[in-house]
């Protein structure tokens, strides 16, 4: 974990350097909300808004690696930078400028994974958004394994519903609020809950 640890801390390093409103995603926010788990990857949303991703873009290209010749592009195209550390770990770095990016970065808190090295992650619901989101196999068991840990009476749904909605509606993908709803009540059923 050390070295998801430290290419995290890089990245916050710049991002703060610069002023950046951002937070850490995916497996990171994982190791802390969930379970404990490889990633081979550091995920964050920075926010950029719309239409003004290219300084950010530039900024990020000077300090760290590119993963593909026409990072540039791709990340203007597609709204994701694929960077790496000097030691070759990945870095997906996504340019937030949605209203839910906003209001994941604005609650997104200070947390130590590794004793002294706090990281700014986001919340556990929001982390359910972006994972329900984004809907892969490892995904949906990082929202399971979320659930479980933090206890379904725990998190805050109509917050998790209000923003995961809208984002289905718009990917035109229902059932991700039905297999979010299945997680909930097979959760519910385990012993202890």
């Not at 990171?28 to 808004?49: F, M, P």
């Amino acid at each position: 974990m050390n070295e998801i640890v430290e290419a995290a801390s890089e990245v916050q390093s710049f991002c703060r350097s610069q002023g950046w409103k951002f937070c850490f995603i995916g497996g990171v926010a994982a190791l802390h909300w969930g379970e404990i788990r490889t990633t081979r990857d550091v995920d964050l949303t920075l926010l950029t808004g719309f239409g003004a991703e290219e300084p950010f873009v530039h900024s990020l290209l000077a300090r760290f690696q590119p993963r593909a010749a026409n990072a540039f592009e791709f990340a203007l195209r597609h709204r994701v930078l694929l960077l790496q550390t000097q030691t070759g770990f990945g870095i997906d770095v996504a340019l937030g400028a949605l209203p839910f990016e906003e209001s994941a970065v604005a609650r997104a808190r200070d947390v130590e994974l590794v004793p002294g090295h706090p990281l700014r992650i986001c919340t556990a619901e929001d982390l359910i958004v972006f994972k329900a989101f984004a809907g892969r196999p490892l995904d949906w068991q990082d929202v399971r394994m979320t659930i479980v840990r933090q206890g379904e009476a725990k998190l805050d749904w109509n917050y998790v519903l209000k923003h995961l909605t809208p984002l289905a509606e718009v990917k035109e993908q229902p059932e991700i609020l039905r297999q979010l709803e299945h997680l909930r009540r097979e959760v519910g059923r385990r012993p202890g809950n």
